[in-house]
């Protein structure tokens, strides 16, 4: 294995993990936050028990998201030292407060996580709050650092070195608003959803219970909420990417040719070779009403790009389209979740939409993994946008294959672990669970 | 300019030191327990796991703060030191996952009556194998087997294996031995707290020992690394090294536990200051001076600036979190005069 792929594999494979949990450690201190001041505030001593019944797995989650966050800070240097040598002058500031906003979060969580015997019952809903709010100043900062690889800024080029260097001005770099939004949000989305599959579960297994009804209106509410907002955003997305990121635009949309009235096509597989998108759907000129706000705009193709310097649509559109698919598909089944319960004013005991409500929870953490896919890959070859390519930022320390086989199997055993401990819980636990739900 | 990256290089020194004190505690309380013994293992092993549970992940912290450093403030030594030291901070790296990882499904397997296989061994393990490894990387800014030429790293993979860097993986390993059973000692009680004592005192002459072998072993296989330790800031680092130490075997032999702690936690920094200070004005030794690793001025006073917004945020709230998980370990059950 080539030493650049093996560094490139590894990063992903890092990254892709890290996500799923630094997704529900943004997600779930929000829910965490509700469930206790709805406790204090209505007296209802069901949405604290809820809250105390997350945190003892989110606790492990967390642990692995702290652990795996790690492996990611130091593959900045192991794998990408030429990259973080160039960059970190620039992005350093956003990582520097990032450690800020992570450390006062990892305080709170073990203060919520182990205090309840020490605290009261205000304290802990207290330390819920900056627990929030630390956890998605985190997202917004890190999130930072890859708007600046997308549209780099605050320096300029002085013979192959950065010169001018101004911190600020790389901080807020044109992506960053609509990425820090979208990316925030779309955590929320996903951890209401995945959250609010697994009451529908238990429903689904015959735990009719109060308890249940109660965590999944809560958790898919959070979600649902949220998920409008995200169209939003990434409505906002797609018009900077017009404007700002054309290439990776056009290999999201598989829109080869640069050309007025550009048609949106919707699913199919993009050939580079005959720059077609066979069993692809066309919707006439509704790429260039979308990305313009005018149906006759010229939308810049693939073909505005020398061959070398063109993201892949293969590995763009199809992530693209399954965001967007995933969006739909939860969009629907909230909808109809939602018409339900204000038609009959109570919680809908239907089993075909508990079933929907289940099939929809894993699409959110779906399309956040593909809207990173979309971004990443959307970028290439570059990992500064038009000024270093990902191969000059690798390292040139020999072996990197075996390293990326070593962390996979570390992720591997990593994974397994996980899912034997959160999964594999003893009968009797579940009974007194349950025994619980309606206390 | 000069003096602003040195400035933060003494930042990053105590992200060191803060990580060495706080996080080889926690690395430290893996170690003493696979070493329990006794007719109070059981007990050893049982505090030490509910001491560790509520802090560990911010005391890990620490190591983040440290590379967030390195890299935003001498992004040139961090390209170059995480080049040459692939190897050893691999092996760490691995070494942090399994113990969070282990540490994690054991808290929760405890919390539902079932524990998995091998998660215990997988803990004490990976507790010993990452302060090693660290203490090797760390050893080798100074060692003298990183070279650079023009910038670029020239030595090869396994160069930073010498005696001196593994002196220096000894001396972590004793670092956090010696921590764990000091800071046990304010958590405990009775028979128990005796045996954290004990093993402090004695921790605390094998750090000393260990310390001090490194000298010779430098003499021998870090000669620019030796030639430097007779400056006065050195030396002056080395004896407040000694005074503490000795202060904190006093304060554990008349049972001062809590100025034995500090003692204790004052040696440790001391330790690290004098290599610190012996490795001053280089990041690497001989090869990479801290102004030359610097990034521009800009990205110093952006670091500057943000330092203390976050120390105001920090600061309080460690202190309320070591508050309220101090004295007896276990937070399912805190002792009856405990409020906060």
């Given at each position: 294995?080539?030493?650049?792929?093996?560094?490139?594999?590894?990063?992903?494979?890092?990254?892709?993990?890290?996500?799923?949990?630094?997704?529900?450690?943004?997600?779930?201190?929000?829910?965490?936050?509700?469930?206790?001041?709805?406790?204090?505030?209505?007296?209802?001593?069901?949405?604290?028990?809820?809250?105390r019944?997350?945190?003892?797995?989110?606790?492990?989650?967390?642990?692995?998201?702290?652990?795996?966050?790690?492996?990611?800070?130091?593959?900045?240097?192991?794998?990408?030292?030429?990259?973080?040598k160039?960059?970190?002058?620039?992005?350093?500031?956003?990582?520097?407060?990032?450690?800020?906003?992570?450390?006062?979060?990892?305080?709170?969580?073990?203060?919520?996580?182990?205090?309840?015997?020490?605290l009261?019952?205000?304290?802990?809903?207290?330390?819920?709050?900056?627990?929030?709010?630390a956890?998605?100043a985190?997202?917004?900062?890190?999130?930072?650092?890859?708007?600046?690889?997308?549209?780099?800024?605050?320096?300029?080029?002085?013979?192959?070195?950065?010169?001018?260097?101004?911190?600020?001005?790389?901080?807020?770099s044109?992506?960053?608003?609509?990425?820090?939004?979208?990316?925030?949000l779309?955590?929320?989305?996903?951890?209401?959803?995945?959250?609010?599959?697994?009451?529908?579960?238990?429903?689904?297994?015959?735990?009719?219970?109060?308890?249940?009804?109660?965590?999944?209106?809560?958790?898919?509410?959070v979600?649902?909420?949220?998920?409008?907002?995200?169209?939003?955003?990434?409505?906002?997305?797609?018009?900077?990417?017009?404007?700002?990121?054309?290439a990776?635009?056009?290999?999201?949309?598989?829109?080869?040719?640069?050309?007025?009235?550009a048609?949106?096509?919707?699913?199919?597989?993009?050939d580079?070779?005959?720059?077609?998108?066979p069993?692809?759907?066309?919707?006439?000129?509704?790429?260039?009403?979308?990305?313009?706000?005018?149906?006759?705009?010229?939308?810049?193709?693939?073909?505005?790009?020398?061959?070398?310097?063109?993201?892949?649509?293969?590995?763009?559109?199809?992530?693209?389209?399954?965001?967007?698919?995933?969006f739909?598909?939860?969009?629907?089944?909230?909808?109809?979740?939602?018409?339900?319960?204000?038609?009959?004013?109570?919680f809908?005991?239907?089993?075909?939409?508990l079933?929907?409500?289940?099939v929809?929870?894993?699409?959110?953490?779906?399309?956040?993994?593909?809207?990173?896919?979309?971004?990443?890959?959307?970028?290439?070859?570059?990992?500064?946008?038009?000024?270093?390519?990902?191969a000059?930022?690798?390292?040139?320390?020999?072996?990197?294959?075996?390293?990326?086989?070593?962390?996979?199997?570390?992720?591997?055993?990593?994974?397994?672990?996980?899912?034997?401990?959160?999964?594999?819980?003893?009968?009797?636990?579940?009974?007194?669970?349950?025994?619980?739900?309606?206390? | 300019?000069?003096?602003?990256?040195?400035?933060?290089?003494?930042i990053?020194?105590?992200?060191?030191?803060?990580?060495?004190?706080?996080?080889?505690?926690?690395?430290?309380g893996?170690?003493?327990?696979?070493?329990?013994?006794?007719?109070r293992?059981?007990?050893?092993q049982?505090?030490?796991?509910?001491?560790?549970?509520?802090?560990?992940?911010?005391?890990?912290?620490?190591?983040?703060?440290?590379?967030?450093?390195l890299?935003?403030?001498?992004?040139?030594?961090?390209?170059?030191?995480?080049?040459?030291?692939?190897?050893?901070?691999?092996?760490?790296?691995?070494?942090?996952?399994?113990?969070?990882a282990?540490?994690?499904?054991?808290?929760?397997?405890?919390?539902n009556?079932?524990?998995l296989?091998?998660?215990?061994?997988?803990?004490e393990?990976?507790?010993?194998?990452?302060?090693?490894?660290?203490?090797?990387?760390?050893?080798?800014?100074?060692?003298?087997?990183?070279?650079?030429?023009?910038?670029?790293?020239?030595?090869?993979?396994?160069?930073w294996?010498?005696?001196?860097?593994?002196?220096?993986?000894?001396?972590?390993?004793?670092?956090?031995?010696y921590?764990?059973?000091?800071?046990?000692?304010?958590?405990?009680?009775?028979?128990?707290?005796?045996?954290?004592?004990?093993?402090?005192?004695?921790?605390?002459?094998?750090?000393?020992?260990?310390?001090?072998?490194?000298?010779?072993?430098?003499?021998?296989?870090?000669?620019?690394?030796?030639?430097?330790?007779?400056?006065?800031?050195?030396?002056?680092?080395?004896?407040?090294?000694?005074?503490?130490?000795?202060?904190?075997?006093?304060?554990?032999?008349?049972?001062?536990?809590?100025?034995?702690?500090?003692?204790?936690?004052?040696?440790?920094?001391?330790?690290?200051?004098?290599?610190?200070?012996?490795?001053?004005p280089d990041?690497?030794l001989?090869?990479?001076?801290?102004?030359?690793?610097?990034?521009?001025?800009?990205?110093?006073?952006?670091?500057?600036?943000?330092?203390?917004?976050?120390?105001?945020?920090?600061?309080?709230?460690?202190?309320?979190?070591?508050?309220?998980?101090?004295?007896?370990?276990?937070?399912?059950?805190?002792?009856?005069?405990?409020?906060?």
């Amino acid at each position: 294995m080539d030493n650049v792929l093996a560094a490139r594999a590894l990063m992903g494979v890092s990254l892709g993990f890290h996500i799923v949990y630094a997704t529900i450690g943004v997600g779930l201190p929000l829910m965490l936050m509700i469930a206790e001041g709805l406790a204090l505030r209505t007296g209802e001593e069901l949405y604290h028990r809820m809250a105390r019944r997350w945190i003892r797995p989110a606790g492990v989650l967390f642990a692995i998201g702290a652990v795996s966050g790690t492996i990611l800070s130091f593959e900045l240097g192991l794998l990408w030292p030429r990259f973080m040598k160039f960059s970190g002058p620039l992005i350093g500031l956003p990582f520097w407060m990032e450690g800020f906003a992570f450390f006062t979060e990892a305080i709170f969580l073990a203060l919520y996580l182990y205090g309840e015997k020490r605290l009261s019952r205000r304290a802990l809903f207290l330390c819920t709050i900056p627990l929030t709010v630390a956890a998605a100043a985190s997202a917004v900062f890190v999130i930072s650092a890859n708007a600046w690889m997308n549209t780099p800024s605050g320096f300029h080029l002085a013979e192959g070195k950065a010169a001018g260097i101004d911190p600020l001005a790389a901080l807020a770099s044109p992506a960053w608003p609509h990425e820090a939004v979208h990316g925030t949000l779309a955590a929320y989305v996903a951890t209401g959803f995945a959250m609010a599959g697994i009451y529908a579960l238990a429903l689904l297994r015959g735990r009719r219970t109060r308890y249940c009804r109660k965590a999944l209106t809560l958790t898919l509410a959070v979600g649902t909420i949220a998920l409008p907002l995200l169209l939003f955003s990434g409505d906002w997305a797609a018009t900077f990417l017009a404007h700002h990121e054309k290439a990776k635009l056009a290999a999201a949309e598989a829109h080869f040719e640069t050309g007025a009235g550009a048609p949106l096509i919707v699913g199919g597989w993009p050939d580079p070779q005959t720059q077609t998108v066979p069993y692809g759907l066309k919707i006439p000129k509704l790429l260039s009403l979308l990305a313009h706000r005018d149906p006759n705009a010229v939308v810049t193709g693939l073909d505005a790009f020398p061959p070398d310097q063109r993201p892949d649509p293969r590995l763009v559109h199809p992530f693209f389209d399954l965001m967007v698919g995933a969006f739909f598909l939860m969009a629907l089944a909230a909808a109809w979740f939602w018409w339900r319960r204000w038609r009959s004013g109570d919680f809908p005991a239907d089993r075909k939409l508990l079933a929907a409500v289940l099939v929809a929870s894993p699409f959110g953490m779906i399309a956040l993994e593909s809207g990173w896919l979309v971004t990443e890959f959307g970028r290439q070859p570059w990992a500064v946008m038009n000024h270093m390519r990902v191969a000059q930022g690798a390292t040139p320390a020999p072996g990197i294959a075996l390293v990326f086989f070593l962390f996979l199997a570390v992720y591997l055993l990593l994974s397994v672990g996980l899912l034997k401990t959160l999964l594999r819980r003893p009968a009797e636990v579940q009974r007194e669970e349950r025994d619980h739900d309606d206390a | 300019m000069t003096t602003l990256s040195a400035l933060a290089a003494a930042i990053l020194l105590l992200g060191v030191i803060m990580y060495a004190v706080f996080g080889g505690a926690d690395f430290g309380g893996g170690i003493w327990t696979a070493l329990a013994s006794g007719p109070r293992r059981r007990e050893q092993q049982e505090s030490l796991f509910q001491a560790i549970g509520p802090v560990w992940e911010t005391n890990h912290v620490w190591l983040i703060f440290v590379v967030v450093v390195l890299f935003m403030v001498f992004p040139a030594g961090f390209a170059a030191l995480f080049i040459a030291l692939l190897a050893p901070l691999v092996i760490a790296l691995v070494g942090i996952n399994f113990r969070g990882a282990a540490f994690a499904f054991r808290h929760f397997g405890r919390e539902n009556g079932k524990t998995l296989p091998f998660v215990a061994e997988v803990f004490e393990i990976s507790s010993v194998l990452t302060p090693f490894a660290m203490g090797m990387a760390v050893a080798a800014a100074a060692g003298g087997s990183i070279r650079l030429a023009g910038g670029q790293v020239v030595s090869g993979t396994w160069d930073w294996i010498t005696p001196f860097t593994i002196g220096g993986g000894v001396v972590g390993l004793a670092i956090c031995a010696y921590l764990a059973p000091v800071f046990m000692t304010l958590r405990t009680v009775g028979e128990l707290r005796e045996d954290f004592r004990q093993r402090a005192m004695v921790a605390g002459w094998v750090l000393g020992v260990l310390s001090a072998l490194e000298i010779p072993v430098a003499v021998l296989s870090a000669p620019v690394f030796a030639a430097r330790l007779p400056a006065p800031r050195t030396l002056a680092c080395i004896a407040l090294a000694i005074a503490f130490g000795l202060a904190a075997e006093g304060c554990l032999w008349r049972r001062l536990f809590r100025a034995g702690q500090l003692a204790a936690a004052g040696a440790v920094a001391f330790i690290l200051a004098g290599f610190g200070a012996a490795l001053y004005p280089d990041l690497i030794l001989g090869q990479l001076s801290i102004a030359a690793a610097a990034a521009p001025r800009p990205t110093l006073t952006a670091f500057f600036t943000v330092l203390p917004c976050g120390v105001v945020i920090l600061a309080p709230s460690l202190v309320f979190l070591y508050r309220t998980f101090g004295g007896a370990p276990n937070p399912e059950n805190p002792p009856d005069d405990f409020r906060v």
